[in-house]
């Protein structure tokens, strides 16, 4: 596909006013320990007044969406902050910053630390472990009590405003009897403490949450971004898409088994946000191909039963994808989703304010063209030159 051509583009940032015309949706990935990298992205966006008026979020990042829309917008980061100190106070900080040859195994040290002890606010180990719980028991299935979490949700969430409020909240799960993925949406329902840990459900280490009679795994055992969700929506405003992942698809040969099982994770969570893009952009393209054509027909032709077929062909208003994706420290290993040292969730916070800021300040993002139709891809925190852009 072409790219834009930067020539063609407006000279100057569009003003704060300009951006009630569009809607500003916030897309967060299921990752774990790294979904403090999202929390550092949502910052930056506080920062430049942009204000998401939906989130959409699986495992980790309905955990980040739920903290961001059950809080007044002057304590959305502080309640994030307050979650990650939390869930990362048992492995503190140390004083001074340790030697790049030591990080991997300081990360591991901390990961099996988790799996023994689990995270506060978040986790705790089940006593005695599963295999020795009575079948058929919520204990016999999971390795950890979620019972933290659920009460570190309703300290720092308020799911009145959630369901009262302005922004919008959806999170995926499935459900484990039919295997069919589910959102939840505050847009068709009242969402509670149980949609968010449904969300975030991961088996075996976490229990299936009960919700009206069935229950329900984490999302990303199906798909670990709510992308296409939020795309397969019909809206006729422009749409700012923040798809803020947490694993890269591109990444190195492996040369360990260690590094095969962290490739192989990369790959398995990241390749349905590069799916769902390459669909949304051939939707686009074929439906405002289709538009045209039947524009350019005799009247005779118009009633034709394949013309109508077309004309439902959607064809909506132009979206921006903007990815922003965390890219993996060499010394970070296969358990970095589940490290949750003080150290490291501060490295992912500050990797995600800093690619924010980077992407809303870049030139390519503050004066490219705003069409009315088409759907634009950036991911200038990569060594890109310039968006991808459907065809006019």
Same mark, same amino acid.
């Given at each position: 596909?072409?790219?834009?051509?930067?020539?063609?583009?407006?000279? !100057?940032?569009?003003?704060?006013?300009?951006?009630?015309?569009?809607?500003?949706?916030?897309?967060?990935?299921?990752?774990?320990?790294?979904?403090?990298?999202?929390?550092?992205?949502?910052?930056?966006?506080?920062?430049?007044?942009?204000?998401?008026?939906? $989130?959409?979020?699986?495992?980790?990042?309905?955990?980040?969406?739920?903290?961001?829309?059950?809080?007044?917008?002057?304590?959305?980061?502080?309640? $994030?902050?307050?979650?990650?100190?939390?869930?990362?106070?048992?492995?503190?900080?140390?004083?001074?910053?340790?030697?790049?040859? %030591?990080?991997?195994?300081?990360?591991?040290?901390?990961?099996?630390?988790?799996? %023994?002890?689990?995270?506060?606010?978040?986790?705790?180990?089940?006593?005695?472990?599963?295999?020795?719980?009575?079948?058929?028991?919520?204990?016999?299935?999971?390795?950890?009590?979620?019972?933290? $979490?659920?009460?570190?949700?309703?300290?720092?969430?308020?799911?009145?405003?959630?369901?009262?409020?302005?922004?919008?909240?959806?999170?995926?799960?499935?459900?484990?009897?039919?295997?069919?993925?589910?959102?939840?949406?505050?847009?068709?329902?009242?969402?509670?403490?149980?949609?968010?840990?449904?969300?975030?459900?991961?088996?075996?280490?976490?229990?299936?949450?009960?919700?009206?009679?069935?229950?329900?795994?984490?999302?990303?055992?199906?798909?670990?971004?709510?992308?296409?969700?939020?795309?397969?929506?019909?809206?006729?405003?422009?749409?700012?898409?923040?798809?803020?992942?947490?694993?890269?698809?591109?990444?190195?040969?492996?040369?360990?088994?260690?590094?095969?099982?962290?490739?192989?994770?990369?790959?398995?969570?990241?390749?349905?946000?590069?799916?769902?893009?390459?669909?949304?952009?051939?939707?686009?393209?074929?439906?405002?191909?289709?538009?045209?054509?039947?524009?350019?027909?005799?009247?005779?032709?118009?009633?034709?039963?394949?013309?109508?077929?077309?004309?439902?062909?959607?064809?909506?208003?132009?979206?921006?994808?903007?990815?922003?994706?965390?890219?993996?420290?060499?010394?970070?290993?296969?358990?970095?989703?589940?490290?949750?040292?003080?150290?490291?969730?501060?490295?992912?916070?500050?990797?995600?304010?800093?690619? %924010?800021?980077? !992407?809303?300040?870049?030139?390519?993002?503050?004066?490219?063209?705003?069409?009315?139709?088409?759907?634009?891809?950036?991911?200038?925190?990569?060594?890109?030159?310039?968006?991808?852009?459907?065809?006019?």
């Amino acid at each position: 596909m072409p790219n834009t051509n930067s020539k063609n583009a407006a000279t !100057t940032a569009l003003p704060p006013q300009d951006h009630v015309h569009e809607d500003c949706i916030l897309v967060l990935q299921g990752g774990g320990a790294l979904g403090a990298y999202q929390a550092g992205v949502f910052e930056a966006l506080y920062k430049h007044q942009r204000e998401p008026s939906w $989130l959409a979020g699986i495992s980790i990042g309905a955990i980040n969406a739920a903290l961001i829309a059950g809080n007044p917008p002057q304590h959305r980061v502080a309640r $994030l902050r307050e979650f990650w100190d939390l869930v990362s106070s048992s492995v503190a900080a140390p004083l001074a910053a340790p030697a790049v040859t %030591m990080r991997e195994s300081l990360n591991d040290a901390s990961a099996t630390q988790v799996m %023994m002890f689990g995270v506060p606010g978040f986790f705790s180990p089940r006593f005695p472990p599963a295999p020795f719980q009575p079948r058929g028991t919520l204990e016999a299935i999971s390795y950890y009590d979620t019972t933290p $979490l659920r009460q570190t949700l309703e300290r720092l969430v308020d799911f009145d405003l959630i369901n009262r409020g302005p922004l919008r909240l959806s999170v995926g799960a499935v459900n484990v009897r039919s295997g069919n993925f589910e959102y939840f949406d505050s847009a068709r329902q009242p969402i509670d403490v149980r949609h968010i840990m449904a969300s975030g459900a991961l088996p075996p280490g976490f229990p299936p949450v009960e919700i009206d009679g069935e229950y329900y795994w984490d999302g990303g055992l199906v798909s670990n971004t709510p992308l296409q969700y939020v795309l397969d929506q019909a809206s006729k405003r422009r749409r700012v898409v923040f798809q803020v992942d947490l694993f890269s698809a591109r990444g190195e040969l492996p040369t360990t088994l260690a590094e095969v099982t962290e490739r192989e994770k990369d790959i398995r969570f990241s390749s349905r946000t590069r799916l769902n893009t390459t669909i949304e952009l051939d939707l686009h393209v074929i439906g405002q191909a289709a538009h045209r054509l039947i524009e350019k027909l005799p009247p005779e032709l118009r009633d034709d039963p394949d013309v109508h077929a077309l004309a439902r062909v959607r064809c909506e208003a132009a979206v921006d994808v903007v990815h922003l994706i965390y890219r993996s420290k060499h010394y970070e290993t296969q358990a970095k989703d589940f490290e949750f040292s003080r150290l490291s969730m501060n490295e992912h916070w500050n990797a995600g304010r800093a690619d %924010m800021t980077h !992407t809303l300040l870049d030139p390519r993002w503050m004066h490219h063209e705003r069409g009315a139709t088409g759907v634009h891809v950036f991911d200038l925190t990569a060594d890109s030159p310039s968006p991808k852009k459907a065809a006019p």
